[in-house]
Structure formats: C-alpha cells, structure tokens
C-alpha cells in the first residue's frame, strides 16, 4: 500500500511525511474519524513508507522486496491486533480472513469483520489473552532496520484489562516500535491511553459528493422524531413510519447505501455536538448541512448523543448483518423518539 493508492486526505499524508522528514515520529499514536476515510489503508501507506529502504519524500517506492512484504501483508515486523467474538482465540488464530479482508478492500468496516466472522449479533472484543500477546510480539527484536509497528484496529473495542495491559507497554515501549491505535469512538478509550498517543484525525472529505444524497433523509428522521416527542404530532410518527419502509426498500435503496446513510447520520450527529459546544472551527459540514445544524445542534448534547450514536452504529451493523431492514429502521425511529426528548446531563 502507497499513499498514492489512497483517495484524498493530503492534510494527513503531509503530517505523516513530515514527521518521518524531521524524525519527531511518535511511538504511539492514536488515529481518529468516522468510518470511510481510509485510516487502516493509511497505517498501511505510513509503516510500508516508514520501512522502505529507497522511500523518497512523498512516497515509498513499492517496488523493493520490504515493500513488496508490506503490500501483502507478509512482513514480519508487521503486526495487527482487532476484536475477536472468541475470548480464547488469538488475532493470530484468524489473521488469514483479516488479510483477506483488508487486500480485498482496504477500506473496511466493523460490520465487514463481524460478517467475515460470522459474528451475528455477538460483539466482538480485543480481549486480555491479545493483550498479552502484542506485548510477546514487541519484545522480539524488530526483523530489519526499520520499525515494528503494530496497528490496533478499533482500538475501541479493547476489554478493560487489556486496556491496563496495553497502558503498560504504551508507557515503556521496546525500541524502533510504532503503535497506530485506530478507532471511530476515542470518547470510549481510557483517559489514560489517549494521554500517551499523539491523535492523527482524519477528516470526511468535502468531495464526496454521495453524503449530499443522505441529508434530507437525515433530517426527515430527526425532525420527524423531534416532532413526535415535543409536539405529540402523530402525522409525524406515520411519516417516520414511511421513511423506514423507504429506508428498507433494498430494490432502490440497496445494503450499502443503507450503511452509507447509517454513517453518515453518525457523522452529522457528531457534528451537531460539536456545534452544540459551540467549537465551530472543528465542524467540517458543507453549507446545506450548516444550515439545519443551526437548529438542530441545541438538541444533541451530553445527555443524548452517546445513546443516539449507539443505536446508529448498532443499526448500521444490524444492516451489515442483514437484518430485516424495516424492523430495524422502525426501531431506529422509535429510539431516536426517545433519546431527542432526554434532558441534558446536570
């Protein structure tokens, strides 16, 4: 993997050159954004770049035997750790349908594991045996003279005594080894752990002309919910009811485009709380959706917005999982009724 096979995100390929140009390269560091913008590619981009003996100063040159390694996957001092639905199994155990995963789409989801797994509705987890099995890997002398890198993919996902285990390893780290922690959800890691990371945030790219598509129904669902649970409009509740036979309709709407629309909602709900903090300078919205947040920013807040980004993600893997799409976006609705009406935390 290259930077150059990875669409966009210049501002995070320049920051990761220019650490490597002034060798003030971080040993841990924590790589955050909503899902689809290419973190896992990118991880694979930067460690093939870090390792690559005739890298220039945009890229790595893909063609050497190091690169070669990396771009399978195959190289040694390449490790990944990610959750698993078997508390007794290693990463190792199923890093073959990982890989396969991975070259065959680079950009992947949790829900693209969970089906590769077979997971159903089990949540997978990086458990307390994985813990102790990067810190056996990182004790190993790095193979060539570049760095070891081990890259945790939804870092989110760790139990929490693995979460003191990785602590440890994060405070006292071997030699020539890089830690990439990458997850959608930092609010759910350890204070502790996201004090000793250097955050790499990855952004959605303005470009991606496909998100305009899923703003009005965006904001069908929540005005229609805000309706319901402040006004008691029940013409709003048959709209929402519509809106979830339409939503579920796979003939014109489709599986991916249904996870498309899930994410995206996950990302403006996430840019509404930031507004609601009043931080303008972090949201990233095109001026349609700047124009709806204005008012309805006010109604995620504290006391909400976990719950509401819960529901979303777990409705986005429901669909990954295939689901019955109009039971699931019919209680979709129902929770977001709910949730919109929850006071904020005093």
């Known amino acids: 993997m290259q930077f150059k096979d990875i669409p966009g995100q210049e501002r995070v390929k320049n920051q990761l050159r220019q650490s490597v140009a002034t060798g003030s390269i971080a040993h841990a560091q924590l790589w955050t954004g909503p899902a689809g913008t290419y973190k896992l590619a990118m991880a694979l981009a930067y460690v093939q770049f870090l390792n690559c003996p005739h890298r220039d100063a945009q890229d790595s040159c893909g063609d050497c035997p190091t690169c070669k390694q990396f771009g399978k996957m195959e190289h040694p001092d390449l490790h990944f750790a990610f959750p698993l639905i078997d508390p007794k199994a290693v990463c190792d155990d199923y890093y073959q349908e990982f890989k396969s995963m991975v070259l065959s789409n680079p950009n992947p989801e949790l829900a693209d594991w969970t089906n590769a797994l077979s997971a159903g509705n089990k949540q997978p987890l990086i458990y307390d045996k994985e813990s102790s099995e990067i810190i056996r ?17 939804q870092v989110d996902k760790i139990a929490p005594i693995a979460s003191n285990k990785l602590l440890k390893i994060l405070e006292e780290p071997p030699a020539r ?18 004090s000793r990371t250097q955050e790499v945030a990855f952004r959605q790219e303005q470009f991606e002309v496909a998100d305009s598509s899923y703003l009005e129904p965006f904001k069908a669902l929540f005005r229609n919910a805000w309706l319901v649970a402040h006004k008691r409009d029940y013409d709003a509740l048959l709209d929402l009811y519509h809106w979830s036979l339409e939503m579920a309709n796979t003939t014109s709407v489709g599986r991916e485009k249904q996870k498309e629309f899930l994410q995206y909602a996950q990302r403006q709900v996430r840019e509404n709380y930031i507004a609601n903090l009043g931080e303008p300078i972090l949201n990233h919205q095109t001026a349609d959706e700047a124009v709806f947040t204005k008012k309805f920013a006010p109604f995620i807040h504290d006391g909400n ?42």
């Not at 830690?179 to 996201?194: A, K, S």
């Not at 990954?320 to 039971?327: E, L, R, S, V, W």
Request: hydrophobic fraction near 50%; charge should be positive; proline fraction near 5%.
């Open 137 to 153: 890997k990182l004790s190993i002398k790095p193979f060539g003279e570049g760095y070891k890198a081990m890259i945790i993919w």
């Open 177 to 194: 080894t890089i830690f990439i922690l990458i997850t959608e959800h930092p609010e759910l890691l350890l204070p502790t752990i996201t």
């Open 305 to 346: 917005v976990e719950a509401i980004m819960a529901e979303l993600d777990k409705a986005e893997r429901q669909i990954g999982q295939n689901g019955n799409a109009k039971i699931i976006f019919f209680d979709l609705c129902l929770q977001m009724i709910v949730l919109i009406k929850r006071p904020r935390t005093k």
